[in-house]
T-cell receptor, first 113, second 113 residues
Framework: QKEVEQDPGPLSVPEGAIVSLNCTYS??????FMWYRQYSRKGPELLMY????GNKEDGRFTAQVDKSSKYISLFIRDSQPSDSATYLC?????????????FGEGTQLTVNP | KAGVTQTPRYLIKTRGQQVTLSCSPI?????VSWYQQTPGQGLQFLFE???????NKGNFPGRFSGRQFSNSRSEMNVSTLELGDSALYLC????????????FGEGSRLTVL
């Protein structure tokens, strides 16, 4: 079983919809939680970063972490065609792990005009 | 500020050959990490270098190796290539020691025939 599970989709929504992306994990040592966005033929780019449990909002994006359920979510409000990409959740354990992240498989999102 | 640069972008090799991939991090970034991305496994951590020292290593066979130079540029090498090594190899740099804020290059796509 993978440490991080993410539904690969694909997910297709109309423009303006609210998108919910989720990951579950099994390693209770994970403390840092990230969402990366990857456009086709590009490298991933950091979208959201949270530490421990709670919510974080940045414009149309909201990240939620529920450590008790080992569940993280990314919400995209008023989705746009430019949001069409693969969304990857990533996690990191204790501070000394440096740049060693454990990624989900990624969810492919298409926002249709 | 220039981003992370990876060369070559695309390459084709045959089984048994070896390959060297290069990565130039963002200026001032001292940490360079490498990831392998495949459709079935997603992004998997290969190794991380910080100030010319390998700080972390993933669960890959010894055929995968890397190094970092004094100017923070990094190379990774894969010897005795296998068909399963076909993947997108991503390099990421970071200026923050212990968080998941990575800046990825566009990757080197390796095809092994």
């Amino acid at each position: 079983q993978k440490e991080v599970e993410q539904d690969p989709g694909p997910l297709s929504v109309p423009e303006g919809a609210i998108v919910s992306l989720n990951c579950t994990y099994s390693n209770s040592a994970f403390q840092y939680f990230m969402w990366y966005r990857q456009y086709s033929r590009k490298g991933p780019e950091l979208l959201m970063y949270t530490y421990s449990s709670g919510n974080k909002e940045d414009g149309r994006f909201t990240a939620q972490v529920d450590k008790s359920s080992k569940y993280i979510s990314l919400f995209i409000r008023d989705s746009q065609p430019s949001d069409s990409a693969t969304y990857l959740c990533a996690m990191s354990a204790v501070q000394t792990s440096g740049s060693r992240l454990t990624f989900g498989e990624g969810t492919q999102l298409t926002v249709n005009p | 500020k220039a981003g992370v640069t990876q060369t070559p972008r695309y390459l084709i090799k045959t089984r048994g050959q070896q390959v060297t991939l290069s990565c130039s991090p963002i200026s001032g970034h001292r940490s360079v990490s490498w990831y392998q991305q495949t459709p079935g496994q997603g992004l998997q951590f290969l190794f991380e270098y910080f100030s010319e020292t390998q700080r972390n290593k993933g669960n890959f066979p010894g055929r995968f190796s890397g190094r970092q130079f004094s100017n923070s540029r990094s190379e990774m090498n894969v010897s005795t290539l296998e068909l399963g090594d076909s993947a997108l190899y991503l390099c990421a740099s970071s200026n923050t020691r212990n968080t998941g804020e990575l800046f990825f290059g566009e990757g080197s796509r390796l095809t092994v025939l």
